[in-house]
T-cell receptor
Framework: NAGVTQTPKFQVLKTGQSMTLQCAQDMNHEYMSWYRQDPGMGLRLIHY???????DQGEVPNGYNVSRSTTEDFPLRLLSAAPSQTSVYFC??????????????FGNGTRLTVT | SQQGEEDPQALSIQEGENATMNCSYK?????LQWYRQNSGRGLVHLILIRSNEREKHSGRLRVTLDTSKKSSSLLITASRAADTASYFC??????????FGQGTELSVKP
């Protein structure tokens, strides 16, 4: 199994550009989520999904959109990139935590720089 | 604000010593999880403790949970240089969202 796959690994954007970070998992997990990790801030939840067609906001959703059209994929869209969105982004998935106490499986991250 | 807060933020020890990291949280939880992150990599799950458990062991790891104090600790015994990493606690509340603390950076010197 590939687990959680994130693409691209690195990306540089200019302010105002848009892009989509891709995340795919092959473990049939219902729960998928996006975090950003900044120095001294730990991981902060951006958006999450408990199944296809269902998404919800996390702690820091502004400036990001998500959709969940399939169980496998959970892309994160930056509509108009800002320097404050320079960060490392992690996608993670699991069976539904509140039902199964299932741990999260993480991708290896996308390092995004906005100039 | 963050649900979990780790203490200390950084810890430096010698190989063979024990390392203890603490986590405090604010609201009621379903379970608490500990993760490890090596530099430049994603997080890896270490151990999960349910809200009705007080202690759990896995190899050289020992986790305790005190729901009355809203705190947990992770003990790594007989540490090795390969244990050098950042360690995060994460709490699962209502709705299944997993919220992470800021992490403890552990350095184990050979």
């Amino acid at each position: 199994n590939a687990g959680v796959t994130q693409t691209p690994k690195f990306q540089v954007l200019k302010t105002g550009q848009s892009m989509t970070l891709q995340c795919a998992q092959d473990m049939n997990h219902e729960y998928m989520s996006w975090y950003r990790q900044d120095p001294g801030m730990g991981l902060r939840l951006i958006h999450y999904s408990v199944g296809a067609g269902i998404t919800d906001q996390g702690e820091v959703p502004n400036g990001y959109n998500v959709s969940r059209s399939t169980t496998e994929d959970f892309p994160l869209r930056l509509l108009s990139a800002a320097p404050s969105q320079t960060s490392v982004y992690f996608c993670a998935s699991s069976y539904l935590s509140h039902k199964s106490n299932s741990p999260l499986h993480f991708g290896n991250g996308t390092r995004l720089t906005v100039t | 604000s963050q649900q979990g807060e780790e203490d200390p933020q950084a810890l430096s020890i010698q190989e063979g010593e024990n390392a203890t990291m603490n986590c405090s949280y604010k609201t009621s939880i379903n379970n608490l999880q500990w993760y490890r992150q090596n530099s430049g990599r994603g997080l890896v799950h270490l151990i999960l403790i349910r809200s009705n458990e007080r202690e759990k062991h896995s190899g050289r790891l020992r986790v305790t949970l005190d729901t009355s104090k809203k705190s947990s600790s992770l003990l790594i015994t007989a540490s090795r240089a390969a244990d050098t990493a950042s360690y995060f606690c994460a709490t699962v509340g209502g709705g299944g969202k997993l919220i992470f603390g800021q992490g403890t950076e552990l350095s184990v010197k050979p």
